[in-house]
């Protein structure tokens, strides 16, 4: 919709409707819109291949309404993470057939304009069911950004023989996200079966010398498996994000 909006405007500028003033005016107003207390960047999914995402933690319902509005009447897909059910009750006031995923905390509009990006299939694979919600923002992130995702839950390596039963269907993901808490070694095994990219997410999840998912987090960061990158701690989406991109570039190579 952007894009036939930026060729509309160059058509009046090429025909003499519009001044070289009034075009550059334009143009600015279709990339960035001012709401006082925030910037929306609509040229965000020109630069990144996904428009903005709203991160809804520490924002007002209203704010994040104000938001989700200005990015949905673009036509864009919408999504925003962290959300509780009141930002949800805010937004479906201004957005129409917005959902609401109360496990990952996600609010998705105009999910009809998805565009299937991703060749392969991206796995999102946990070591417990406490970690499952973290999954979820993952799942619901790459899913919005047009790829296949399949999952596969509890196979954490206090019981080993769950993961290695998981073998092929490890090895038919194109990218790979592990989320895992308390030591997070669940990372390491998957990053030593399989010869795709392996995301992994250090969750929260663990007794006190976890401290709230740092154990994780530099286990992780430690891994002796190659091909293993890590996210922030509790970071479903940024985990989700950059598989997606992963898995677009996969499409890109000809990789099926």
Do not use: W
């Amino acid at each position: 919709m952007a894009d036939r909006k930026v060729q509309q405007l160059l058509s009046r500028f090429k025909r003499g409707t519009l001044t070289e003033e009034q075009l550059l005016q334009s143009l600015s107003a279709q990339m960035y819109e001012s709401l006082g207390f925030a910037t929306v960047d609509h040229h965000r999914q020109h630069r990144h291949g996904f428009p903005e995402v709203i991160f809804s933690e520490g924002k007002t319902p209203q704010q994040v309404a104000a938001i989700a509005k200005a990015i949905a009447r673009r036509g864009s897909v919408l999504l925003a993470t962290r959300a509780s059910e009141k930002h949800f009750a805010a937004v479906r006031k201004t957005v129409p057939g917005v959902r609401y995923n109360a496990l990952a905390r996600t609010i998705v509009g105009n999910e009809k304009n998805v565009q299937r990006t991703g060749l392969g299939t991206i796995l999102v694979v946990t070591a417990g069911t406490s970690d499952i919600p973290v999954a979820a923002e993952a799942v619901e992130t790459a899913s919005v950004m047009g790829n296949a995702v399949d999952t596969l839950f509890d196979v954490g390596v206090a019981g080993i023989h769950r993961i290695l039963l998981q073998s092929e269907k490890l090895r038919q993901a194109s990218v790979i996200i592990v989320v895992a808490g308390m030591e997070g070694a669940l990372a390491s095994v998957v990053g030593g079966m399989v010869q795709t990219p392996v995301i992994a997410v250090p969750t929260s999840v663990g007794y006190g010398a976890s401290f709230r998912g740092l154990s994780a987090l530099l286990g992780m960061l430690n891994s002796c498996a190659a091909g293993v990158t890590v996210v922030n701690i509790d970071n479903g989406f940024g985990a989700g994000y950059a598989a997606s991109l992963m898995n677009r570039r996969v499409m890109k190579s000809g990789r099926s």
